[in-house]
């Protein structure tokens, strides 16, 4: 097998099933004042659809480069049950190679369940302990998009750090939730070799608050050069609605408004945006252009269910960039 990929991506693929519920439902109401989501306990609530779709950071980025014309792969643990073969069948299906997945006989794949209601989606994770064993070796690759791992995640961040080292791999980073509460020396190494470090203005904010560099500030540009001091030589940082600003190597920054599209549901916007950005920065173009490749997938993931549904071709992709 030729194991020379344009972009390999590393971290989950999962399972997601949407819950999608119509804003009159009478079962469910949305408390404005604290943001909580209600159901009557021991209700039979209906919902409007269910959907059974491929999902997880990883696989949304892997199969979001391969559609639009790039080599992807990913390493990822998945089980040996009924769902670890819809993965396997939905990631051959876009073009993405599972040659390093690793099947674990000891753990189911990993589901999330996601109920969207009123655009935006809450979601349940559930949390299963991998190991997380995945094998570099003899890997060519340009690019590596590491991403959110279980509670083993230590050992395969070091092994992606050491790596991107020896084999002068680029990497792209974004860090989970597990890797951002934990204490930052952790991460610090991967930062050092970090060639683009995505995050929301939120994680942002985190990571600069956990190195005693917190910011009042709501504008995102004044996050990137502090980012930067931390090792990336690049910072992409994405805030909802406001759109996104970037920060290269010669320190030149960037900013990208959204694209108005009519959102129906929200998971794997970040994903999609990395995706695009980095399909451009593949294709050999600048910050610039890269933000208005993520901006404009993400535009169009939001107006699906699923995190990949909506995910440009690369002939819709130019499509789009001419209207």
């Known amino acids: 097998m030729d194991s020379s990929f344009d972009l390999v991506t590393i971290g989950n693929a999962t399972i997601d099933l949407f819950l999608s519920i119509q804003d009159t439902n009478r079962h469910f109401h949305l408390n404005e004042e604290t943001q909580e989501l209600c159901v009557r306990y021991g209700d039979k609530a209906l919902v409007e659809k269910v959907e059974l779709l491929l999902g997880g950071n990883a696989s949304n980025v892997a199969v979001g480069v391969s559609r639009l014309g790039f080599k992807s792969a990913i390493l990822a643990e998945i089980g040996t049950d009924e769902f670890s073969q819809k ?118 904010r985190s990571i600069l608050t956990a190195n005693g560099k917190a910011t009042s500030s709501v504008n995102i540009e004044d996050f990137l050069l502090p980012l930067k ?40 916007a970040g994903d999609s945006y990395a995706a695009g950005f980095l399909s451009a920065i593949l294709a050999g173009l600048d910050f610039s252009t890269a933000m208005v490749w993520g901006a404009r997938n993400a535009s169009s993931v939001v107006t699906r269910v699923g995190a990949q549904t909506g995910l440009l071709t690369r002939k819709k992709l130019e499509e789009k960039l001419k209207e």
Request: hydrophobic letters at 35%; charged letters at 25%.
């Open 87 to 204: 993965i396997v069948n939905n990631l051959k299906n876009e073009g993405v190679s599972d040659f390093f997945l690793k099947r674990n006989e000891k753990t189911p794949s990993l589901i999330s369940v996601i109920i969207n209601f009123k655009v935006d989606r809450t979601i349940f994770v559930e949390d299963i302990e991998m190991e997380h064993n995945f094998d570099l070796n003899n890997l060519n690759v340009k690019w590596i998009y590491l991403t959110s791992l279980g509670k083993k995640w230590k050992d395969t961040y070091k092994q992606v750090t050491e790596f991107c080292k020896r084999e002068n791999a680029k990497l792209a980073f974004n860090p989970g939730i597990l890797q951002l509460d934990d204490d930052f020396s952790k991460i610090s190494q991967t930062f050092q070799v970090t060639d683009a470090l995505f995050v929301n203005k939120e994680e942002a």
């Open 229 to 268: 001091s931390l090792g990336p030589k690049a910072i992409v940082i994405t805030d909802g609605k406001n759109g996104s600003c970037s920060i290269n190597e010669q320190d030149k920054v960037f900013s990208c408004g959204i694209i108005e599209s009519q959102a129906i549901e929200r998971t794997g």
